[in-house]
């Protein structure tokens, strides 16, 4: 199939990439890595010996991050529709996370463990229509919140990827009913013209 103008000019853009090139050079499976790392940097996420779970976690540049951070201890639990090579010191789940079963899986393997962080990253494929592309966005988001809210410790935190448009300010407004403190991130390694913007809840409220 030829190549478009669009889908050239994002091939270019993907081989420049000054983070794309960072994370082939230091052995990492996706730009995103250093998203999580300019995040938890500043917030201080990721703690050794706790249970993590990486929603939408496929190529593993979340969980990789995590992994490494952790230095071998706590679990770090990925889920994710398409498949993943292996990470060591991760465990997978290939399942859609809007499927009840495939959220049975997830609870079994977590044994009752209660988890100190929930990483969502998850975002459909796109179809090019705004509304119903929001409207998924959103939906995703969601059911990451309402997993947190069941399986997050109360001191954890939940680290979400969001697009700003319809249903942003409602959820916000769902984060903020649900933990202490709320704060949005846009760390350098996203791209300027991308609406993607992260938030983070710390502290679940009684």
Known sequence: MKRTRTSNAWLREHVNDPFVQR????GYRSRAS???????DKDKLIRPGEAVVDLGATPGGWSQVV??????????IALDLLEMEPLHGVSFIQG???EESVLLRLEALLAGEKVALVLSDMAPNMSGISVSDQARIMNLAELGLDFSRHWLKPDGA???KVFQGHGFSDFMQEMKNTFKKVSSRKPDSSRDRSPEVYLLGKGLKC
């Open 67 to 76: 992994a490494k951070r952790m230095n071998g201890t706590g679990r770090v």
């Open 158 to 160: 939940f680290l979400v």
């Open 23 to 26: 994370a082939k050079a230091e």
């Open 96 to 98: 859609d996370f809007r």
């Open 34 to 40: 250093f998203k999580l790392m300019e995040i938890d």
